[in-house]
């Protein structure tokens, strides 16, 4: 299958500080990608869309003041969780969907753990 | 209601034993059907995906869709302790947005 990246895997940060979140596509062209986040023992929670050269759409109840997604290219997305608070800890995931035969099928990222200090 | 119900489990069975997982879901818009692993601390990984009704076989695995009655399952022969995961089954119309339901957490006893 097709490989996503994410970086970091894991970050610590001080509360009000703000952090970015990178996800990648590594041998395919995505041009839609997903951010998801994920509490403990809790499933997926879709966050917001986003698709290459647009605008992300974001699901309801999520801030995108708050949560800046940046679809610059074909094989990165990236994720800006500003001004974090304790609250934002979590576990955030992205996929990425899209050309070179992979059809519907959406590829996860290993994840990236926030702790907000 | 929820669009797709999964019981989140635990299941516990001993190792060898054929496990059936399954969900249900309510949009009969959805065409697409897949089944994630995933292990602690990491990114869901693509199981197993299938287009419309029907059965579908990969090694150990086997996923079914049954569109009448909007039931999927997913099996798994010879279950080995490395299975302990949680499972997630995933529901999609004709774009990529997939819907969820609350993962099934699967505990393989040695």
């Known amino acids: 299958g097709a490989v996503v990246s994410q970086h970091p895997s894991r970050v610590i940060c001080k509360s009000g500080t703000s952090v970015k979140i990178e996800c990648r596509s590594l041998?395919?062209?995505?041009?839609?990608m997903f951010w998801y986040r994920q509490f403990p023992k809790k499933s997926l929670m879709l966050m917001a869309t986003s698709n290459e050269g647009s605008k992300a759409t974001y699901e309801q109840g999520v801030e995108k003041d708050k949560f800046l997604i940046n679809h610059a290219s074909l094989t990165l997305s990236t994720l800006t969780v500003t001004s974090a608070h304790p609250e934002d800890s979590s576990f955030y995931i992205c996929s990425a969907a899209g050309l070179a035969g992979v059809g519907y099928e959406q590829y996860f990222g290993p994840g990236t753990r926030l702790t907000v200090t | 209601q929820k669009e797709v119900e999964q019981d989140p489990g635990p299941l516990s069975v001993p190792e060898g034993a054929i496990v059936s997982l399954n969900c249900t879901y309510s949009n009969s818009a959805f065409q697409y059907f897949m089944w994630y692993r995933q292990y602690s601390r990491k990114g869901p990984e693509l199981l197993m995906y299938t287009y419309s009704s029907g059965n579908k076989e990969d090694g150990r695995f086997t996923a079914q869709v049954d569109k009448s009655s909007k039931y999927i399952s997913l099996f798994i022969r010879d279950s080995q302790p490395s299975d302990s995961a949680t499972y997630l089954c995933?529901?999609?119309?004709?774009?990529?947005?997939?819907?969820w339901g609350a993962g099934t957490k699967l505990i393989i006893k040695p």
């Open positions: 041998d395919f062209q995505a041009t839609t």
């Open positions: 995933a529901c999609q119309e004709s774009n990529y947005q997939l819907i």
